[in-house]
């Protein structure tokens, strides 16, 4: 099902579901709730065992370390491993989730996304009453890590796609690749890749205490060396089992794979988890070679910042030749302006919280005679102005007598101005309240575009002052 745009709509889960296991790090029993979300929710997990119940958002300004795992922290407040879950949401296709824990870190279950995946079909999928926000790539981006030779690029595709490619350079497990060709393939090729570590790194967390809710269910253990006896006696004390060997493909004998390239799939599902933290959806083809939480979140966050640039630079279509709510006339005669110093030609758009107007740029206006006259350009505080008196029709349509009153600048803030404006141009003007009109003042974010793209924008704040007397 698609909105009315061609876009497809946006998606929540249809009731609430819990999970309960162990965390990894923390060897504590927690709790998982996911619950719907309303539309342009993203993904945000709440601490409900702390009080205030305090909301972090999957936001990738929130990582604080990649050690063991995606961490973020807001206010001091921590979630530790969050990939595996972001994974499972995003690989289902939801868009809007609220995901409550009990303790800082999700349920290890058996290290993979496959529990949590179907947990959220339980749930069911509900299709929301807007579009969905979507990253379209339309150039090649790339972030690559210097010191340890990682790589993420994506490129423009009609779809998310995902390869990722490790070399671990050891015997017993080399070079790997996997991919995900589109997300309805998540569950069934991806979700069930569980986590691995090799037999070096779980001495290490062993000795340092950092893996109590890791039995040997929930990890692949690749071994990379010899296993001397010490290291058997603390493997059998730590998963209690009575005996613990090597299989011949180099794995301990705990479990069997899933896939022969399971630890090249579960480095992909880490990820589409990592990458969860853009807060908007992508549609390109990610090829990750050698990724890690570090590189993913490094690359993450420059999506992100190029998002959040696309989206303040993002022109809104604007039908030019429908007709206006109000013409020259009419806008004449609200305000007092007159030309050569009226800057509006007529209002597209008029509600309680916002106005679009519009001007013809010519070679006929008078500044042009003696700004820059070999090379016209209208002047920046011109396009300020125009933008001014469009906001004055926002301002003075509150009043049933508009015609009594004056609006005055109080103050200009933020002015950028990032494109020139040249005779021929059609200069479009969009002004939003940032806050609700009180005792006459009004205070309005202005946009100015011209062949598509945003040229001026402005924080403006004005006051209606009466005139004449009744």
């Given at each position: ?48 065992d ?39 949401l ?11 824990l ?57 779809e ?25 393939d ?35 253990v ?44 579960h ?25 890690g939480?570090y ?95 469009t ?46 009109i ?5 205070h ?27």
């Amino acid at each position: 099902m698609e909105a009315n745009n061609g876009i497809p709509k946006q998606r929540t889960i249809g009731k609430e579901v819990s999970l309960t296991g162990v965390g990894l790090h923390t060897g504590k029993e927690v709790t998982i709730t996911f619950k719907p979300a309303p539309i342009d929710h993203g993904y945000a997990f709440v601490r409900v065992d702390l009080e205030g119940n305090p909301v972090i958002e999957a936001d990738v300004n929130y990582v604080v370390n990649t050690q063991r795992g995606t961490n973020l922290e807001k206010r001091g407040v921590k979630i530790q491993t969050s990939e595996h879950v972001l994974a499972a949401l995003v690989g289902m296709e939801v868009d809007n989730c609220i995901i409550e824990l009990n303790a800082s870190e999700p349920p290890i279950m058996d290290g993979s996304s496959k529990f949590f995946v179907e947990a959220i079909e339980k749930a069911g999928i509900v299709e929301q009453e807007a579009p969905r926000n979507e990253f379209v790539v339309t150039e090649v981006i790339s972030y690559t890590d210097e010191e340890s030779g990682s790589e993420i690029t994506v490129i423009p595709s009609e779809e998310y796609q995902v390869t990722a490619m490790v070399d671990f350079g050891t015997k017993v497990l080399g070079t790997q690749n996997a991919s995900l060709k589109q997300l309805s393939d998540f569950k069934q090729e991806i979700s069930d890749a569980r986590t691995f570590s090799f037999l070096h790194e779980l001495e290490m967390l062993l000795e340092n205490g950092l893996i109590k809710g890791g039995d040997l269910n929930n990890a692949i253990v690749y071994v990379d060396k010899e296993l001397s006896d010490d290291t058997m006696a603390r493997l059998r004390h730590a998963f209690k089992k009575d005996n613990i060997a090597v299989k011949p493909n180099g794995i301990l004998d705990n479990l069997t794979l899933h896939h022969p390239n399971e630890a090249a799939r579960h480095k992909l599902l880490d990820v589409v988890g990592d990458l969860a933290l853009v807060g908007t959806r992508i549609r390109g083809k990610v090829i990750a070679n050698k990724p890690g939480h570090y590189v993913n979140t490094q690359f993450a966050k420059k999506l992100a910042k190029l998002i959040k640039i696309e989206k303040r630079n993002k022109v809104p279509k604007f039908d030019l030749h429908k007709e206006p709510v109000k013409d020259v006339n009419e806008i004449m005669a609200m305000l007092p302006h007159r030309p050569p110093f009226l800057l509006v030609d007529k209002i597209l758009e008029l509600s309680d919280s916002h106005v679009v107007g519009l001007k013809n740029v010519t070679m006929n206006e008078p500044y042009f005679v003696g700004h820059f006259p070999g090379a016209p350009v209208m002047p920046g505080v011109l396009i300020v102005e125009a933008m001014a008196q469009t906001g004055g029709i926002l301002a003075l349509s509150t009043v049933p007598d508009p015609e009594n009153y004056l609006t005055f600048f109080m103050k200009i803030n933020n002015v950028k101005f990032k494109q020139q404006v040249n005779p021929g141009d059609t200069l479009v003007f969009k002004l939003d309240l940032i806050t609700p009109i009180r005792r006459g003042i009004v205070h309005m974010q202005g946009n100015a575009y011209a062949n598509d793209k945003l040229v001026t924008e402005a924080e403006l704040m004005a006051q209606i002052v009466k005139t004449k007397n009744d």
